[in-house]
């Protein structure tokens, strides 16, 4: 369903398992910035009156995420800590030229952003499925099924905006080079990296 072309290592859940806090705090911080990018859709493209609905209710959602995780790291002891840089992210978003019209630069945004949740929810499913913890694996479990949702909603939205046939191509050429990116990482105590 994801259209992943690069599996996560399975052994990245033994990282993972490990360095739970590192996970956790990473993962709160990739909430914070899920809220945020749905704020920056709304501030950049205001006239989508849909986008703009949708887009407060992400917010709203991811937002209420980050409580979730934040209250994990609060009940194990943990600190927030300060952001640390997404090299996945960094990589994954220089696929796409600067510059272009407003859709290009909507749609761009919008794959990404899809993307960025194909892959969160790829790796939410190997945490609900492989820690040891059982309240962890169904934190994760429930966290799963709302990356898939926005998934489709943000692919779904670059396909009405754009010309489907362009955003499909586009589509299965960041995935291609997502894979590519996906080689490097896997190796970190971090949700995407």
Request: overall charge negative; glycine content about 4%.
């Amino acid at each position: 369903m994801l259209g992943l072309k690069l599996p996560t290592d399975p052994r990245w859940v033994e990282i993972a398992e490990k360095n739970i806090e590192e996970i956790l705090i990473d993962h709160a911080w990739c909430e914070q910035k899920a809220a945020s990018t749905a704020i920056s859709l709304i501030v950049s493209f205001p006239e989508y009156s849909e986008l703009v609905t949708e887009m407060t209710a992400l917010a709203r959602e991811e937002v209420a995420h980050f409580k979730m995780v934040h209250d994990k790291l609060l009940n194990r002891g943990y600190t927030l800590g300060r952001d640390r840089k997404d090299e996945y992210v960094i990589k994954v978003r220089e696929f796409f030229p600067k510059g272009g019209s407003r859709i290009d630069q909507m749609v761009h945004r919008l794959l990404i952003a899809a993307l960025i949740e194909a892959r969160s929810c790829e790796r939410f499913r190997l945490l609900s499925e492989e820690l040891k913890e059982p309240q962890l694996r169904e934190f994760y479990k429930q966290l799963m099924i709302s990356e898939a949702n926005h998934y489709t909603l943000f692919l779904n939205f670059a396909r009405q905006y754009g010309e489907r046939k362009d955003v499909d191509k586009k589509w299965q050429e960041l995935l291609t080079f997502e894979a590519g990116v996906m080689k490097d990482l896997g190796k970190k105590e971090s949700i995407h990296g």
